[in-house]
């Protein structure tokens, strides 16, 4: 990686603190959440993305399988990877879509675990300071939304990346949408920061497994294709930190992709409501897996293996990931 080039791009890192949560160590540049694995040193855990729908478009269903899914691999949590709440994101602390689209359609046991979330653009399109404030937690203590952090599972570590502020469009072509950029602006100076952070947090991980979370895609072939914003700026920062998985939603689609030149997986979790039938691109290169219909991802992690399970609105498994590291001994 050519250091110097972030060095010369990154402004001075400023430090956020706009949540606080007895777990969060204030040692770190990115705010850090604890989740311990279970007694046998394993973790399971859910990924589901766009999904905010009130119920519709199968978003209750997908639910139920989740919630079933959930409770027989006995998850430790849920991640969403963004567009939490269609069309536009929340109007506020007190809009009745939080309850309408999330308390009340992932009912099951299993899934009163934390939620850890990243904004989508469809949030931003909403009052996004509302989206990743701690008072949502009051209305449901699952609720933890914030622009970037970093979750220490023990044997993994996973980077969630605010990824709407790096699309350009968003900005010089919103078209009839508006976008809620307070905390954001100026655009150049807050993506240096995140990658700045981002860097720094990976220099310092020594877990087994590393994964990035965005909302925005790396590589797809579905509708929005590659996000080539994160091309130029993050993927080389995955690869220069031998990242293992990058985790996305916005393609409403279930997917899986390989690089052709470093082992970082490609995984995408968009399927938690509307789909997009047969709207896929033409290049496959590096494709795995693809589906559009609706479904969501799960995740159970050892210290030496990882099992990626890709489920259907009926719960059929469609596709399996199994990726294995060395074990080294310390004595």
């Known amino acids: 990686m050519n250091n110097s080039f972030y060095c010369k791009s990154m402004a001075l890192f400023l430090l956020s603190a706009t949540l606080s949560l007895c777990f969060i160590s204030s040692s770190a540049e990115l705010q850090r959440l604890e989740h311990p694995v279970n007694e046998d040193g394993s973790l399971s855990f859910l990924v589901v993305g766009d999904w905010g729908r009130r119920g519709d478009y199968n978003q209750t269903n997908i639910a139920y399988q989740m ?62 300071v509302a989206q990743v404030s701690p008072v949502l937690r009051k209305i449901d203590s699952r609720w933890i939304c914030m622009r970037s952090f970093v979750l220490n599972a023990e044997i993994a570590e996973i980077f969630f990346i605010d990824t709407t502020p790096f699309v350009e469009k968003y900005w010089t072509h919103p078209k009839d949408d508006t976008y809620d950029w307070r905390d954001v602006a100026p655009r150049n100076e807050y993506i240096a920061n995140v990658l700045k952070d981002l860097e720094s947090a990976l220099t310092e991980s020594s877990a087994k497994w590393k994964f990035v979370v965005g909302h925005h895609t790396i590589r797809s072939i579905g509708y929005h294709g ?26 409403h689609c279930l997917e899986h992709m390989s690089d052709a030149d470093s082992p970082i997986q490609f995984l995408t979790s968009g399927a938690g409501s509307k789909a997009w039938r047969g709207d896929i691109k033409n290049d496959h290169t590096g494709l795995h897996f693809y589906y559009d219909g609706q479904g969501f991802m799960t995740l159970q992690l050892t210290q030496t293996d990882a099992e990626i399970l890709f489920y259907d609105i009926s719960g059929n498994i469609l596709h399996k990931l199994n990726l294995s590291k060395e074990l080294y001994s310390t004595m």
């Open 67 to 128: 919630g079933r899914i959930g409770e027989k691999l006995d998850i430790s949590f849920v991640i969403s990877t963004g567009d939490n709440f269609y069309e536009n994101g929340l109007t506020g602390l007190e809009d009745p879509e939080f309850e309408e689209s999330f308390t009340n359609i992932y009912t099951a046991t299993s899934l009163q675990k934390p939620w850890y979330s990243v904004l989508g653009n469809h949030d931003y399109r909403g009052d996004a």
């Open 226 to 251: 590659e996000t080539k914003e994160l091309v130029t700026l993050l993927l080389p920062i995955l690869k220069a930190y031998n990242v293992d998985l990058y985790i996305n939603g916005h393609d």
